[in-house]
């Protein structure tokens, strides 16, 4: 069945499994507030990871490490802009999405006037990032304006907010790949480098677009993660780094660029917040529920990568 070919699949069936199985540790209680959760929490890791995903369809060596920091930075900024002040989400938004723009400007300066590799200017890059998100913190913590609190944590015909503005960036993406110029060129771009090239791809435009790309996506979760949290921490986007790369792995697209898969990032999202509910469930310690976690994420991508390279 051509179903079964769909690589974003797996995803979603791994996603249904983990939910089956916390349902059944907890005899199916509180099923309806954890498919709420799963979309409240998963909704961030898909926003980053499509960002992430974008990065990687660009060829082997293309990953943003600069996501955690771009996200404290953006979030921390924002409400910073904001001060409480209701009626000011439109420009803390607006102080997310620059925020987002410079981050993604200055990391691919780096790549492309000194020729570094993107792990090393991205990583580079993040420190500084981070490093002023500290100081313009000064150890307070900021809450958002109530407006915009409520609308975070919200829903809209029973869905969560965020999970709402995730999927609409989604297909924001998947138009943009789909039926777009510009998602074509990403893809030969990462299919062939060279041969994009000969072709008349504008190869580095359209690298600089994607790494603007995921910086403001990154931007975008930030604010909305300080908003939805009650103020932006400065270890906010920690979890972040590991987690946009498995997700658009464990999701379907190749780590060898060329292949893009928006509703695989949704499944991996929600399968990766499950799993830590199904943890929880069976009362696992938190540092238990990290190693686990960690030792997860690690063996599916492996196992997927393996799986790619076989063929």
Do not use: C, H
């Not at 990687?56 to 921390?76: E, R």
């Not at 000969?198 to 910086?215: F, K, Q, S």
């Amino acid at each position: 069945m051509k179903l079964f070919q769909k690589p974003w699949l797996w995803s979603w069936l791994a996603a249904a499994a983990a939910f089956a199985l916390t349902v059944a540790l907890t005899e199916g209680r509180g099923a309806g507030e954890l498919a709420y959760a799963a979309l409240s929490f998963g909704a961030f890791a898909a926003i980053v990871g499509l960002g992430q995903m974008l990065v990687i369809t660009l060829g082997p060596g293309n990953v943003d490490l600069s996501i955690p920091a771009t996200m404290t930075l953006s979030g921390t900024l924002a409400l910073k802009a904001m001060g409480t002040d209701p009626g000011t989400a439109w420009m803390g938004l607006g102080v997310a999405l620059l925020v987002g723009l410079g981050t993604g400007i200055a990391n691919f300066a780096l790549i492309y006037l000194l020729r570094l590799p993107p792990i090393i200017a991205t990583l580079a890059a993040s420190l500084i990032y981070q490093s002023l998100a500290i100081w313009s913190n000064r150890g307070l913590r900021i809450k958002p304006p109530a407006g915009l609190a409520d609308f975070a944590t919200g829903r809209s015909f029973g869905i969560p907010n965020v999970a709402l503005v995730g999927l609409g960036l989604s297909l924001l993406v998947w138009l943009l790949l789909e039926r777009t110029v510009w998602g074509r060129w990403l893809l030969a771009s990462g299919q062939n480098l060279r041969a994009a090239r000969l072709a008349g791809v504008p190869v580095e435009a359209v690298r600089a677009a994607t790494y603007l790309a995921v910086t403001v996506f990154a931007a975008i979760a930030g604010y909305l993660l300080a908003s939805f949290s009650g103020g932006a921490a400065l270890n906010m986007g920690g979890e972040y780094l590991l987690m946009s790369i498995a997700v658009v792995v464990i999701g379907g697209s190749s780590i060898a660029g060329g292949m893009s898969n928006v509703p695989g990032v949704w499944g991996a999202s929600l399968f990766m917040f499950l799993v830590v509910s199904m943890l929880n469930s069976y009362g696992a310690g938190a540092g238990v529920r990290m190693v686990l976690t960690g030792l997860i994420i690690i063996g599916i991508v492996i196992a997927a990568s393996t799986r790619r390279v076989s063929r």
